[in-house]
């Protein structure tokens, strides 16, 4: 069973930066994919950006260009880097992980909240 905790949020300005981790409480490296899922208030959890196995990432339209995923498989760990942050980007973040490409997310951390105010 996999354990993620997810760490580094809080509440901020609007175009101000945080930057989120994800710790694993074992090997990430054998999973398809890492991901970043949100949910803000009253509507329905959605990905943020995954990283694959191979390094391959994407994003969801509304963060291209102002957020990074990126992982450290020694480190058992995955970030986000989130720059420009807008008021529409509050949410509570998760961090999940993914065994087979196309399937359902597999662990779930428990989420951290993320505020940026205008």
């Known amino acids: 069973q996999l354990q993620l905790v997810e760490s580094g949020g809080g509440l901020v300005q609007a175009g101000e930066s945080l930057r989120l981790s994800c710790a694993a409480s074992?090997?990430?490296?054998?999973?398809?994919?890492m991901g970043w899922l949100r949910q803000a208030p009253g509507k329905q959890r959605s990905l943020v950006a995954a990283?694959?196995?191979?390094?391959?990432?994407n994003y969801a339209g509304p963060v291209k260009d102002r957020f990074t995923i990126s992982r450290d498989d020694a480190e058992n760990t995955v970030y986000l880097q989130m720059n420009s942050l807008k008021p529409e980007d509050t949410a509570v973040y998760f961090c999940?992980?993914?065994?087979?490409?196309?399937?359902?997310?597999?662990?779930w951390g428990r989420g951290t909240q993320v505020t940026v105010s205008s």
């Open positions: 999940a992980a993914q065994f087979y490409a196309g399937s359902h997310w597999d662990y």
């Open positions: 074992g090997r990430i490296s054998g999973f398809n994919a």
């Open positions: 990283i694959l196995d191979d390094g391959r990432t």
